[in-house]
């Protein structure tokens, strides 16, 4: 079945032997469990490489995230995450939507720490991991702020700065730039194997 998603090349920054950081083998997906949506796709990912899903709408790019992150589990296939088999196993690949989803209850760092914090660290513990991370990603000052003060851009940095501060470093983002500078959407995926639906630095 022709769904609209290609692949390029593998990186040539990749060795034979090297492990990919984040990798699909063979998924084949669907939406309802019956109708197939993308046919036995398979995708490597380097570690520090940022790779880009490009299709028509529908063609099933949102639907091979949910599958990497371990939103859903694939008709067939596996992800690997640095070669440990993941497939179907959700928190071990971060995965970012258009819209912030930032708790508007909670100030902005008790956003960015909430993935420590629903893994049991103590909220101190956590505060002190995230508030180095603020001035990584331009956002010194707004500790204390509610969600409701902030631009969009800046609300964008403050969901992508929470699965760093937990240590997660594959992501899956849908369109994360589409509020952020160039310079600002760099920032914030520097360091890690990340797989947006319609951004990035080489096309699938």
Not at 13 to 37: F, I, K, N, Y
Not at 93 to 102: C, F, G, N, R
Not at 120 to 133: C, D, F, I, S
Request: aromatic letters at 4%; glycine letters at 10%.
């Amino acid at each position: 079945m022709d769904t609209g998603v290609t692949a390029a090349e593998k990186p040539q920054a990749m060795g034979a032997g090297d492990v990919p950081a984040l990798e699909a083998r063979s998924l084949t997906l669907s939406w309802d469990g019956q109708a197939t949506v993308v046919d036995r796709i398979s995708l490597a990912v380097a570690a520090g490489e940022v790779v880009c899903l490009v299709g028509r709408s529908g063609s099933g790019k949102t639907t091979i995230l949910h599958a990497l992150s371990g939103l859903t589990r694939p008709l067939s296939g596996q992800v690997l995450l640095h070669g440990e088999d993941i497939t179907g196993e959700p928190g071990r690949v971060s995965y970012m939507l258009q819209k912030d989803l930032l708790l508007p209850s909670r100030r902005i760092i008790d956003n960015v720490c909430l993935p420590m914090l629903l893994a049991g660290v103590p909220r101190a513990e956590a505060r002190a991991k995230a508030e180095p991370l603020f001035e990584r990603f331009g956002l010194a000052g707004t500790e204390e702020k509610w969600p409701a003060e902030l631009s969009g851009g800046m609300r964008q940095r403050a969901a992508s700065c929470a699965p760093t501060s937990w240590g997660q470093t594959s992501r899956c983002w849908t369109s994360p730039s589409r509020r952020l500078t160039p310079s600002r959407a760099s920032r914030c995926g520097a360091g890690s194997a990340t797989w947006p639906a319609s951004w990035g630095s080489r096309p699938w």
